[in-house]
């Protein structure tokens, strides 16, 4: 496809493709917020292709295995991405991942939980390569998340002009 980005195609040789983008309505809030270079990206959950909240949902180490927590951390990066692209026009322009933080909805006495934020931290890896998607993460274990969504991420990337 002509003019696509290098980083959506790599995206598709991952076998991935971008949701449509996560709807706010009328939240007081913007999902991406641009300040020169960096772009800070509100929390994002879990997407489907069609920008639902994707299933399924529950507590990391209750409802849902780390597995699907994983899988559901790697639907978040996918959010994000589809954020950022709305807002940006080309995932080129992403320069780097300075950041992220994840929170991950557990059951109690579930500690596991950078092993769940890895799925977000190695697609981005995947997606950006070492240089690119090198970043500082956090990774916590919250009691409840909206929605009941098993993960919710947070990130601040650098851009290219």
Not at 7 to 18: A, I, M, N, S
Request: proline content about 7%; charged content about 20%; overall charge negative.
């Amino acid at each position: 496809m002509s003019g696509e980005s290098s980083t959506l195609k790599r995206l598709k040789e991952l076998g991935w493709r971008l949701p449509r983008p996560m709807q706010t309505g009328s939240l007081p809030f913007e999902l991406v917020r641009i300040d020169g270079d960096r772009a800070l990206l509100s929390g994002h959950v879990p997407l489907a292709d069609d920008g639902s909240i994707a299933q399924p949902l529950g507590k990391v180490g209750g409802e849902l295995t780390p597995e699907q927590g994983y899988a559901a951390a790697q639907r978040v990066v996918l959010g994000m991405l589809a954020s950022l692209h709305q807002a940006l026009g080309d995932l080129d322009r992403v320069s780097g991942w300075l950041r992220l933080f994840g929170m991950v909805n557990v059951a109690p006495g579930f500690n596991a939980v950078p092993g769940v934020i890895n799925g977000a931290s190695e697609l981005i890896l995947d997606i950006f390569g070492e240089e690119r998607g090198a970043h500082t993460r956090s990774a916590v274990g919250m009691a409840e998340l909206p929605f009941g969504v098993p993960v919710e991420i947070e990130a601040e990337v650098k851009l290219r002009p």
